[in-house]
């Protein structure tokens, strides 16, 4: 970020100072709303959380070398060091400032949007560029109004490119998010039953994810996935390029002849001999790849160092991860789930070889709404007749899930089903045999990675024991 004065702080923000603000001289070098994160010269912002308000900590502020501050209420001690801002709302002023961040940047900022594979695609793109750009990406998934400008802060203005991350789970979530960062490509991944408390419907979804063209430059490229119809009539309206990919052949991009392994994913483009691999697990991140691959070509990048790129992405943690627990192995997806995630997940387990047995540990899949019970009746379903050797259900609306995998045919000693990951953490280790290939699917707030952590433990010392 490019140093700010006090005056520019407050104008961007349309903030009242709470006492004269200084000369030029003091420059806003950071921007923060975690104290924890406060560097000599940064600017804090004082948020109002749930179980936290940020004005409680301007003290603390203050004391690490915070220059100013923005507040929605004067604090009741006097801090001589620290120049305020007032401003209605410090969520909504941080976005503006944000704003105004990103319009001094001479950097390409590319959105990805979508209902899954939002972080996998964003390392993804940031492979392609890398060797011949150079830019950063949003830290872990920092995807809504609060994560995005800290996104936004710390980036380098002259870099050649920035990607974001933009979530939604709420109607009109997604529009301010992409006015405020002007992407210059934005990417849709797909559409999937996500959300559906906030969103009520997969058309209502649809329109949720398009709005990320709300903001997107006229001029720019919109790349999105041309296997879902009903998207593309959703984004028509956008005036700029658009470039489609997916599995089917009409797509720009499209993936085919595609084989995963323990080593990742490999796959043909728009069936040419010219094979791409990725070092991630599973038949949808070919897909992910496709998007990341054009938006290496708007920027100028060639298709030979982008798939050369590919190769070396990084791969976020929990999602489909690959784990050796001594002789057994996690294929660690853990770190959310909706229907379209979880059906990939299982797909995965099957493609996957196997030296034991393959056993599904899969938790509530949250925020469906009214769809909730039919949802994980569908996975049950699926789970049923996929030929696992044993089915672990994790959370009460899981116990749907059992349920209709015994009706399809599964074996009910196969079948098993415990209240939380506590209950099945305290189950899940008699349960297990050496060989066998474990995945753990769930939302976010079923906690399954504490039952990885259980399972990597609870081996560790069985094998210690029998050496």
């Known amino acids: 970020m490019s140093p700010l004065t006090l005056q520019q702080v407050r104008q961007a923000t349309g903030g009242r100072p709470l006492s004269q603000l200084p000369s030029d001289s003091a420059l806003v070098r950071s921007v923060t709303q975690d104290t924890r994160n406060i560097e000599p010269s940064a600017l804090f912002v004082a948020l109002n959380g749930e179980t ?11 004391g690490k070398g915070a220059v100013a501050a923005l507040v929605s209420k004067a604090p009741e001690t006097s801090l001589p060091n620290l120049h305020l801002i007032h401003v209605p709302d410090t969520r909504l002023a941080m976005g503006k400032l944000a704003t105004y961040v990103r319009q001094r940047m001479t950097a390409k900022v590319i959105a990805v949007g979508g209902s899954n594979g939002k972080t996998s695609t964003k390392h993804l793109i940031d492979a392609c560029l890398r060797n011949r750009l150079r830019g950063s990406i949003s830290p872990k998934s920092f995807n809504n109004d609060i994560g995005v400008p800290l996104a936004i802060f710390p980036a380098e203005p002259n870099q050649d490119y920035l990607v974001l991350e933009m979530g939604t789970n709420h109607h009109g979530e997604l529009k301010p998010l992409s006015d ?7 990417v849709i991944t797909n559409i999937g039953a996500e959300h559906l408390e906030g969103l009520d419907d997969m058309m209502g979804v649809r329109q949720e994810e398009a709005s990320i063209i709300s903001g997107l430059n006229p001029r720019g490229l919109l790349v999105v996935n041309g296997d879902d119809r009903e998207l593309l009539s959703a984004v028509q309206s956008y ?3 658009q470039v489609t990919f997916g599995f089917e052949h009409h797509n720009d991009l499209f993936a085919n002849d595609i084989r995963c392994d323990e080593q990742g994913t490999t796959f043909c483009l728009n069936s040419s001999k010219r094979e791409v691999f990725i070092p991630m697990i599973g038949k949808h991140n070919a897909c992910n790849a496709l998007a990341a691959i054009a938006v290496a070509r708007r920027l100028g990048v060639s298709e030979e160092d982008a798939i050369a790129g590919l190769a070396q992405s990084s791969k976020p943690e929990w999602r489909l991860q690959l784990m050796k627990a001594e002789d057994v192995t996690l294929l660690n997806d853990a770190y959310n789930a909706n229907p379209s995630s979880m059906k990939v997940a299982l797909e995965t387990l099957q493609s996957l070889p196997a030296i034991g047995r393959r056993v599904a540990i899969i938790g509530d899949m949250k925020e469906l709404g009214k769809a909730t019970e039919r949802y994980h009746q569908e996975i049950g379903q699926i789970a049923g007749k996929a030929g696992f050797d044993l089915l672990i259900c994790v959370g ?8 209709e995998a015994r009706r399809v045919g599964m074996d009910a000693q196969c079948v098993l089903h415990f209240d939380d990951a506590s209950d099945a953490s305290q189950h899940v280790l008699h349960h297990l045999r050496a060989g066998d290939l474990i995945l753990l699917k769930a939302s976010r707030s079923v906690f399954l990675e504490r039952l990885a952590q259980t399972i990597v433990e609870g081996r560790s010392k069985f094998f210690r024991k029998a050496v």
């Open 396 to 403: 009460p609306e899981s116990q749907i899930v059992a349920s």
């Open 52 to 62: 936290q308000n940020g004005h409680d900590y301007l003290p603390v502020a203050a």
């Open 239 to 241: 005036p700029g390029k």
């Open 180 to 186: 405020m960062a002007q992407p210059d490509i934005a």
